[in-house]
């Protein structure tokens, strides 16, 4: 019987020193001194004790429009990237709309969706090229589609969009007036990245976070960027009326400050650990990498034909091994027991683990399916 994901990660926090924690695409690569001082001298100067300026600090909101360029519009903060994607569903989307998204897709979005009435019309990607296309895009449109999502890089395949293939949705959105939500989390991690803003500015709502980039997932903060007639509808569901935390906008700011020292090596570190999962994942038989190289910091590997399942190898390599990688059920409804979603922004010991556990797992897991059960 597999262990319920809550009780996963119950366990793995339980022994979160013990854990080669490759299961929600965190970054354990950044250095952390910036951060550290910077969340330090907050502490000192006990900013904590006040509320922070509603509006967000006016250095850390200068400091993500010039990460992005002023093309993809106002920022906007939000209590982690997940916020701004409640808020603009929430905001732009009723009973009976359509959101042309994907499968597998980051499904709390679609569960957002749903919230509101609206329904998420779902094209399936496993297959190659594993990414929403402009001509899928323009077929699945119908008469009440009102947005598309469209998230580059996708959680979870780590699937990348080109230039022209953003331009191509993008053309898509303004000449059917949908609005793109475009979420960019992993963007960093892209080479070539476009933002769709670029090409739809009035129909793009841009979805950021620090979480991955800079490694601050557990501060919880993100946000949104969109032209200001967007932004004000979506503005309105904001509930942190009266900011959001204080010490991440310190520990954001001094990320992005440091940020152009720092993200080649993160990256380049990030490719080292992906190649080296596509060697071990090649000795292991039935198993394969849809996506490679991934322009993510996660990608999936494909174990269906092993006759082994997802919640089994996520048990055994965080119970046995203390490796924690993601069953796919929660990334799609379609093919989620095909493959196991796993995240490389790790130094190269975790990366040892896994390589050193993953074959194990496997082969301990077909014995046990095909072992004759003992009779009485």
């Not at 569960?111 to 019309?121: S, Y």
């Not at 570190?269 to 060697?279: H, L, M, Y």
């Amino acid at each position: 019987m597999s262990t319920p994901a809550s009780d996963a990660f119950r366990y793995a926090h339980a022994h979160r020193d013990e854990i080669a924690w490759l299961s929600q695409n965190t970054n354990h690569l950044v250095p952390p001194e910036p951060i550290q001082a910077a969340v330090e001298a907050a502490l000192r100067d006990r900013r904590y004790q006040g509320y922070p300026l509603a509006t967000g600090d006016p250095e850390l909101l200068d400091a993500i429009a010039k990460d992005f360029g002023s093309r993809a519009g106002t920022p906007f903060l939000t209590g982690g990237g997940t916020e701004a994607l409640y808020m603009t569903t929430r905001a732009l989307l009723g009973p009976g709309d359509e959101v042309i998204a994907s499968d597998p897709s980051y499904l709390i979005i679609h569960r957002f969706i749903e919230l509101c009435g609206a329904v998420p019309k779902t094209v399936d990607i496993y297959a190659p090229p594993y990414r929403l296309t402009a001509d899928r895009v323009k077929e699945a449109v119908g008469p009440r589609t009102k947005m598309i999502l469209l998230i580059d890089p996708l959680n979870p395949l780590g699937s990348g969009y080109p230039r022209e293939e953003v331009r191509a949705i993008a053309e898509v959105a303004h000449d059917r007036r949908l609005v793109l939500l475009n979420d960019v989390t992993y963007r960093d991690f892209s080479d070539g990245h476009a933002l769709a803003a670029e090409f739809a500015p009035e129909e793009t709502v841009t979805i950021w976070s620090v979480s991955k980039n800079c490694g601050l997932a557990g501060l919880r903060l993100g946000g949104l960027m969109a032209r200001p007639e967007l932004l004000q509808k979506i503005a309105r569901f904001n509930t942190n009326d009266l900011g959001v935390n204080v010490l991440a906008q310190a520990a954001a700011l001094a990320a992005l400050r440091t940020k152009p020292g720092w993200i080649g090596e993160v990256v380049r570190q990030t490719r080292a650990n992906g190649a080296r999962i596509r060697d071990v994942v090649a000795q292991v038989p039935g198993t394969s990498l849809p996506v490679y190289p991934s322009r993510a910091n996660m990608m999936v590997i494909d174990i269906a034909s092993t006759g082994v399942t997802p919640d089994a190898v996520q048990d055994e390599m965080l119970h046995r091994h203390g490796v924690f990688v993601r069953a796919g059920n929660y990334l799609s409804p379609t093919h989620g027991k095909q493959f196991v979603r796993l995240s490389f922004s790790n130094p190269p010991a975790d990366i040892e683990r896994f390589a050193t556990a993953f074959p194990l797992t496997i082969e301990t897991l077909r014995r046990a399916a095909t072992a004759t059960p003992r009779t009485a």
